[in-house]
């Protein structure tokens, strides 16, 4: 095992460099955006041009939500870290490159052709290597507590966020009409994490 690095500043930079990462992100992702309404054409108005391009309105604001989510995830998991080790670094920058590859996706998204199965695999895929990445960061912390200053609260967050996101990868590539929206499925995390925790707590019955 890869001795920790044992100085806070370490893991501040750490941290701090992560968030201006997905900061960038957020910026990369808006940029098409701007580059849409630069392209308004001569009495075309307003409306015409949101009404044209909905879709990546819709894809921006999903895919912002998204990231939002797993940075708050992010930050949530590295409260409680105290210190970290080379697995760990290396997983986050697993979970960085896929933060950063979501705007590509996104953009790739918005100028597919309707119902492009491979389209929607990429931007679903990304958000999946995301999860898995930071799921396996908690499970690296949970198997080694001297990493952390207080134990994680609930480290199957993660990997039920990464069920989900499989789920919809697979019915987004068979029913590509619903598309990103399989994104969705992820507003059903609390309820699916608490219907887990019950059945693994519920007691055990004997015949």
């Known amino acids: 095992m890869s001795e920790p690095a044992r100085t806070e500043r370490g893991l501040d930079r750490l941290v701090n460099f992560s968030d201006a990462t997905v900061a960038i992100a957020i910026t990369l992702l808006v940029l098409p955006l701007v580059d849409l309404a630069a392209d308004l054409r001569d009495g075309q108005s307003t409306g015409d041009l949101l009404a ?6 819709v894809a921006f604001v999903v895919t912002f939500w998204v990231i939002a989510g797993f940075w708050r995830a992010h930050h949530r998991v590295f409260e409680h870290v ?33 119902g492009d199965r491979l ?52 019915l987004a590539v068979a029913f590509p009409n619903v598309g990103m929206f399989w994104v969705l499925l992820l507003l059903f995390q609390g309820r699916v994490g608490k219907l887990v925790d019950r059945r693994r707590t519920a007691p055990i019955r004997t015949q």
Request: no cysteine; aromatic share 8%; proline share 5%.
């Open 52 to 57: 044209e391009h909905w879709p990546a309105l």
């Open 82 to 114: 105290h210190t970290y080790d080379e697995r760990v670094l290396h997983l986050n920058f697993v979970w960085l490159i896929s933060i950063v590859f979501l705007p590509f996706a996104a953009n790739l998204l918005n100028h597919g052709i309707d």
């Open 119 to 170: 389209s929607f695999a990429v931007y679903i895929g990304t958000m999946l290597v995301t999860s898995l990445s930071l799921a396996a960061i908690e499970l690296r912390l949970t198997r080694h507590p001297e990493l952390v200053s207080t134990p994680l609260p609930n480290a199957r967050k993660g990997l039920v966020a990464s069920g989900l996101l499989a789920l919809a990868l697979v």
